[in-house]
């Protein structure tokens, strides 16, 4: 009776690996010590008691859920500052090194830079606002619980409902809104370099970097089979 | 006492139950929980374990791996040194609290905080 209350328990925790496997073994022995501690002699009758003062193994795993869920977000959330703080370095970065090459810009084409480098920048403030509204809906969309029921208890208990593949999908949502967001900015810089360059050499390769940025952020967009 | 009563103190009795018993593991954390309250607390007993996790997560408690007698693998919980300043601070909050539903409820003024 214990090992089947703690398969389901440890089912219900499937969200996290780790935290189900220690648990599971901290429950095991609460439960089998419960047990012991059981005056009336009679096993199986203890184990029911037992399992029924611990609880059912749904409620108790939606309670580990919040916790995690909390623990997921604020590392989400530091990772997502790291990248963009990556990015933003490698943006720097380059565009020092582009200085450093002594770059130049030529004079016939300083109008045309001006222009473009306007068009650009309202172009992608626009995107970065579109992308910033769609990602999160799109991650939100993907918690999405099973039963309208299990909303009614908590934001935890529809979270443990979530199937994987419906965090699979918010997780590719996070991505796409990042990825599409490094290739905002990377396309604005090499558009703007683009539009500096006074050299045929560098000019050449700046289309040839941007199409493949927008083609890897096209690539994570696409999840391969529809959730 | 009811469930949704104790809820929201949960923390603050898990951090108490542990300043009183030195380390402990989940089951012994919820017998001095009975034992202090005199049977009043009767939540569920698998509650206590989000709670730990919670407070550790938080740093307020460390654990560690050990063998009981039995053989079985046990988690023994401890108060850090964080915990036991949260500890504090939550008590002077609940002293305040009870002080002033205490003069609600029995017609007395609550006495003056001297802060």
Redesign the interface.
């Known amino acids: 009776m214990i090992p089947d209350y703690l398969d389901r328990l440890a089912r219900e925790l499937d969200f996290d690996r780790s ?1 189900s496997r ?2 599971r ?6 439960l ?3 047990v ?1 501690a059981d005056s009336t002699g009679d096993m199986l009758q203890a184990q029911q008691r037992a399992i029924a ?5 749904r ?2 795993a939606a ?2 859920a ?2 995690c869920l ?2 997921y977000t604020r590392r989400a959330g530091v990772a997502a500052v790291l990248v963009i703080a990556a990015v933003f370095m490698a943006m720097k970065a380059r565009i020092a090194w582009y200085a450093a090459m002594q770059w130049a810009i030529s004079d016939d084409m300083k109008a045309v830079s001006g222009l473009v480098v306007q068009i650009d920048r309202y172009a992608s403030g626009c995107r970065l606002s579109s992308d910033s509204a769609v990602g999160p809906t799109s991650a939100a969309a993907g918690f999405r619980p099973r039963s309208i029921r299990h909303i009614a208890g908590s934001f935890a208990a529809s979270f443990c409902c979530v199937p994987q593949r419906r965090r699979r999908l918010s997780f590719r949502s996070s991505a796409m809104g990042c990825s599409r967001h490094c290739s905002c900015w990377e396309r604005n810089c090499l558009r703007n370099l683009w539009s500096r360059s006074s050299r045929w050499r560098s000019r050449s390769h700046v289309p040839g970097f941007s199409f493949f940025t927008y083609a890897a952020s096209r690539c994570g967009r696409h999840p391969r089979r529809p959730c | 006492m009811e469930g949704e009563m104790l809820k929201g103190h949960l923390d603050m009795i898990v951090l108490a139950a542990l300043s009183a018993a030195g380390s402990a593991h989940g089951y012994a954390i919820i017998e001095e929980i009975k034992r202090r309250s005199g049977g009043a607390f009767d939540l569920p007993e698998g509650t206590i374990y989000p709670a730990l996790h919670r407070l550790e997560q938080a740093g307020l408690l460390a654990s560690r791996w050990m063998t009981a007698d039995s053989g079985r693998r046990r988690r023994v919980y401890t108060l850090t040194r964080t915990g036991n300043r949260a500890l504090v601070e939550r008590r002077a909050v609940w002293k305040q609290f009870s002080d002033a539903i205490g003069g609600l409820l029995g017609g007395t003024r609550p006495r003056e905080n001297p802060a």
């Open positions: 935290l220690r648990v073994q901290e429950v095991e022995d609460h089998w010590e419960a012991a003062r611990f609880g059912d193994a409620v108790i309670q580990f919040v916790v909390a623990n």
